[in-house]
């Protein structure tokens, strides 16, 4: 506890109160601002539920696909989905400590995860080895598990050769009451290129685990195979329930279906200034005014999710018009050339949105960046304002 240095009061003591400050404003963000269409997520998920005869998990891995766990998880709910699924353990009870009841399943964990909190906040956890199911059991009685067989990624679930071992050890814990298995789940690496065959050879493994699991004496009555894109164009993929994460924010792998986006990036304009001919723009002087124009700063850069790699493409919408990003993208802030628009400080500049009044897309940034759609939106940074 220390005292300002500069109490010329000299007289206060130690335990007096501080005063109240009086002078700070309502908290109201000045910067970048992103705003998440509720109205859009509850679309997709009644488009997305109607297109599986099964359940429908709402997958809100990564704070929703950025869009925020519990909001879309709780809109999600309430237009056609029974089920939340996340990665981690922490996302799930996350979720618990929301106040969100529905079933959670949670598929990537170490071993050495609380599976007892798991337990305790009735979290499903996903098993993909005899390792994972030992933690499990050691972490108490009464967890409920679906077994996760790699469908052909070689990345999370059990390997085909562990597949039939790892069902005996699951029905043996099953029996001695330790257990309840009640899904079986794979996971489809090609199901945006819905004719690749990877996608028939997978729905083939995952065929054969179920009946491994049958043969074990499993009898899981949530099986799961499909997420967003072939919920979208892969009947034959369709079990008893599809994971979808991705189109309930709007991003459909397969290019198939016109969902609604859901984001939408602004910043504000905080500096505008008229620049001769040959002026030079950023870090690197990547790029120069070819005439004389208009320029015009926003607070929001790399830090922000706007990917460099974008710099010299991307655009933004300011006054209802598209204009480019010029120079490099920095850190913390963007220079957008407008040439003769009569741009002013406190203008609202749109970095995207769902392109319906012109703006950029989450597409078109996904596009001028090389990447997809996810990445961007699960890369807007903690400083960017949400409402
Ligand atoms: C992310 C994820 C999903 C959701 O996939 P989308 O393509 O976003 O619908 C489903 N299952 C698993 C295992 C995942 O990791």
Redesign the pocket.
């Known amino acids: 506890m220390s005292q300002p240095a500069t109490d010329h009061r000299g007289a206060t003591p130690p335990t007096a109160p501080r005063p109240a400050v009086r002078s700070v404003p309502a908290i109201r963000s000045t910067g970048a601002r992103l705003h998440v269409d509720l109205d859009a997520v509850a679309a997709n998920t009644a488009l997305l539920a109607a297109r599986t005869p099964g359940a429908l998990m709402a997958?809100v891995?990564a704070d929703g696909?950025g869009h925020g766990a519990a909001a879309v998880a709780r809109t999600a709910l309430a237009h056609g989905a029974s089920w939340l699924?996340v990665?981690s353990l922490d996302e799930a009870l996350a979720l618990r400590a929301d106040g969100v009841r529905a079933p959670v399943l949670s598929?990537?964990n170490p071993v050495g995860a609380d599976f007892t909190a798991a337990i305790g906040h009735q979290v499903d956890v996903a098993v993909p080895s005899a390792a994972h199911l030992a933690a499990v059991t050691r972490a108490g009685v009464g967890a409920r598990v679906h077994l996760h067989l790699d469908t052909g990624m070689a990345r999370?679930g059990a390997a085909p050769s562990d597949w039939a071992a790892l069902c005996r050890a699951a029905r043996r814990a099953e029996r001695a009451g330790q257990v309840r298995v009640v899904g079986v789940?794979g996971?489809l690496g090609c199901?945006d290129v819905p004719e690749d065959p990877a996608n028939a050879a997978a729905r083939t493994v995952f065929a054969w685990g179920l009946g491994e699991a049958r043969a074990a004496g499993l009898r899981p009555p949530l099986r799961h195979l499909a997420?967003?894109?072939a919920?979208l164009t892969d009947p034959a993929a369709l079990h008893t329930m599809s994971?979808?994460?991705?189109?309930l924010v709007g991003?459909d792998?397969s290019g198939s279906t016109r969902l609604s986006p859901a984001l939408t990036l602004t910043a504000p304009v905080v500096g505008v200034r008229r620049v001769a001919a040959g002026t030079a723009v950023g870090y690197g002087h990547a790029w120069a005014a070819g005439r004389a124009t208009t320029l015009a700063l926003l607070p929001l850069g790399y830090a922000d999710g706007l990917p460099r790699v974008a710099s010299g493409r991307a655009e933004v919408a300011l006054r209802g018009r598209r204009h480019p990003v010029v120079g490099r993208i920095s850190m913390d802030q963007v220079v957008v050339d407008v040439g003769d628009e009569a741009v002013q400080p406190g203008d609202v500049a749109t970095v995207f949105g769902p392109g319906s009044a012109g703006e950029p897309t989450v597409s078109e940034w996904a596009g001028w960046a090389g990447t997809i759609e996810?990445e961007i939106v699960t890369g807007i940074g903690a400083r960017v304002a949400r409402s």
Do not use: S
């Open positions: 997958v891995k696909f699924g990665t598929w990537l999370d789940m996971h199901a997420a967003t894109a919920t994971r979808v994460g991705a189109g991003i792998p996810h």
